[in-house]
């Protein structure tokens, strides 16, 4: 798994190699790095826009691709920098993909945590949060996908989190309601409070200073990749707590026939919305469990996006259920299953690519 000043060198080199194809941008704010208690500049956070007109913002069907809220879940930055290669690559030989490419406007966040990939591949590889201190500068890190604003754990008053579903799970001490900055799923202070998911978010909003007056009018669909689990899924990923509501009736049957084409191209299980009470996939249990401020959930209820999930390396890729040290869990541990797993989820990438809208 490549250092993070890697992957920048690959993106300037395809921006640069397919000029008619590509177009580069990166999040203006300043990403931060400060868990020992040293400032240090922040990483970029880079958006890709690959079209056959990526100079202009045309009248097409725009579709996201998100890696590595998640540290630790280095195989999904693989997947997002194949994903452009198989587009860009692709393009002259392939009649497929130059069809896709025409007729879509393609937007890939390939690293959405780069402070966090860097500490994980550079040897702390269990790392899952990002790496700005929190809690009067005393605690490292907020979990990037606890912390969109819809089902924010914050929305909810303090007696209220007592009674969530597995609440636990994104942060919240069950007793008390309080946030607990030392949670590994730690939602952080306030919804959108870390640079990385404001970057997202600016994807979404179209915050961009460009000479267009839009860049993205509003996406479509939208895959973030996770690892590990070998399923495919959608929102929502926590039961409806009201005034909130659930999926509209009318984007049931849509949302099913993508992830279920989707698992299908990569050989995965597909979850649709019941991710969080799933049992058993593959043969191996589930750590199952519902999720409050996630990413799809957000993309669905703030813009109406076809929002979908795969947790990436199945139990038939790694061999065996969850065996050893969990961050081996996470990625594939030689590059040939690298490759194979990424493969893989290429398939369903272009799948859905295919099918948006469904």
């Keep these: 798994y490549k250092p993070y000043i890697e992957i920048e060198q690959e993106l300037a080199k395809l921006a640069a190699a397919h000029p008619s194809l590509v177009r580069l941008f990166y999040w203006t704010g300043q990403t931060i790095e400060n868990c ?5 500049p922040g990483r970029k956070i880079y958006a890709v826009k690959v079209s056959a007109n990526p100079q202009n913002n ?11 809220h998640h540290a630790r879940e280095l195989i999904t930055a693989v997947q997002t920098m194949r994903l452009l290669q198989a587009l860009t690559d ?22 959405v945590n780069p402070n966090g990939y860097e500490r994980a591949v ?10 700005r201190l929190t809690d009067g500068q005393k605690r490292c890190g907020t979990d990037l996908n606890r912390n969109y604003a819809h089902g924010h754990p914050t929305i909810f008053p303090p007696a209220q989190r007592t009674t969530l579903p597995d609440i636990n799970r994104s942060g919240v001490d069950t007793g008390t309601g309080a946030l607990v900055p030392d949670s590994d799923t730690f939602p952080g202070p306030a919804p959108f409070s870390e640079v990385e998911t404001q970057a997202v978010r600016g994807l979404a909003h179209s915050q961009f200073r460009t000479r267009n007056k839009r860049e993205v009018d509003g996406l479509m669909c939208m895959l973030s990749w996770h690892s590990y689990g070998g399923v495919v899924g959608h929102p929502m990923g926590h039961v409806a707590v009201p005034p909130a509501t659930d999926l509209d009736p009318l984007d049931v049957a849509p949302f099913d026939s993508l992830t279920s084409t989707m698992a299908s191209a990569a050989s ?4 649709q919305d019941d991710y969080a009470t ?6 191996c249990a589930t750590p199952h469990y519902m999720v409050y401020g996630d990413s799809n959930d957000w993309f669905y209820k703030d813009g109406n996006t076809f929002a979908t999930l795969i947790e990436s390396f ?25 490759d194979a797993v990424a493969d893989a989820n290429i398939k ?8 948006c809208p469904p």
């Design 268 to 271: 995965y299980t597909d979850v």
């Design 122 to 131: 550079s040897g702390q590889v269990d790392w899952r949060k990002n790496t």
């Design 36 to 40: 020992d208690g040293k400032r240090r």
């Design 278 to 283: 799933v049992a058993v996939v593959d043969g």
């Design 314 to 338: 199945s139990s038939p890729e790694r061999g065996s259920c969850p065996v050893g040290p969990i961050q081996n869990d996470f990625n594939p541990q030689t590059a040939a299953l690298r």
């Design 58 to 68: 045309d009248p097409e069907p725009e579709v996201a691709y998100l890696g590595v």
């Design 348 to 355: 369903a990438a272009l799948a859905m690519l295919r099918m």
């Design 90 to 111: 692709g393009y002259a030989s392939d009649t497929d993909i130059r069809k896709l490419v025409d007729t879509r406007e393609v937007w890939v966040i390939p690293v």
